[in-house]
């Protein structure tokens, strides 16, 4: 008899994004975390990494792991798979530690030529963050963005996206995430995510 696999469904998630700095910026750059039951905003995070430093993954474990949400999260979404310019996130281990899903979404597919030749000739660090990039592999189109996934099934992350995503195409967490974040850089959102 075959068997057939249930497919998961996500409605407890946390999205992250990070706030907008000005481009001669140094030093630690403020994110924020959505947290959401399904189209209920529940709390949001916030935590500090390093402007095209190496601490992405370690605050997103220590946010999400150490928050009051971490025993009925499910899902984690990360608006693309750096934070704070090139501080890049190790998807694969933030799915290890925290034994959860990791879903990056992007509005466009990433120019990854462009993105290398920046990590490879001008960030410190740039070989190894490169290599957490192409570890993930290639963004796949989907559901009207582009998704790299750890922990999760293609059929899962579109489940997820259209759960996720009532209005546009950029899903609710990210959404909201990216405008709390603009507010606090800026006392005001603006801008698409």
């Given at each position: 008899m075959a068997s057939t696999a249930r497919q998961r469904t996500f409605s407890h998630?946390?999205?992250?994004?990070?706030?907008p700095f000005p481009r001669r910026?140094?030093?630690?750059v403020a994110?924020?975390?959505?947290?959401?039951s399904g189209q209920r905003l529940e709390g949001v995070l916030s935590g500090r990494v390093r402007r095209d430093g190496v601490n992405s993954t370690r605050e997103l474990i220590r946010l999400v792991g150490g928050s009051r949400f971490a025993a009925h999260l499910q899902l984690v979404m990360l608006q693309g798979v750096a934070l704070a310019g090139f501080n890049v996130v190790d998807a694969v281990r933030l799915h290890a530690e925290?034994?959860?899903p990791v879903l990056v979404v992007a509005r466009r597919a990433p120019r990854q030529g462009a993105?290398?030749?920046a990590l490879l000739e001008r960030i410190p660090g740039g070989v190894r963050k490169w290599a957490l990039v192409e570890r993930l592999g290639e963004m796949e189109p989907l559901e009207g963005v582009y998704v790299q996934r750890v922990g999760l099934s293609l059929a899962e992350a579109a489940a997820t996206l259209r759960a996720t995503t009532p209005h546009g195409s950029v899903p609710e967490?990210?959404?909201?995430a990216h405008l709390i974040a603009g507010g606090m850089a800026t006392g005001e959102s603006s801008g698409r995510v």
């Open positions: 998630i946390v999205g992250f994004d990070d706030c910026h140094r030093g630690d994110i924020v975390g959505t947290v959401y925290l034994e959860l993105m290398r030749r967490p990210l959404r909201v």
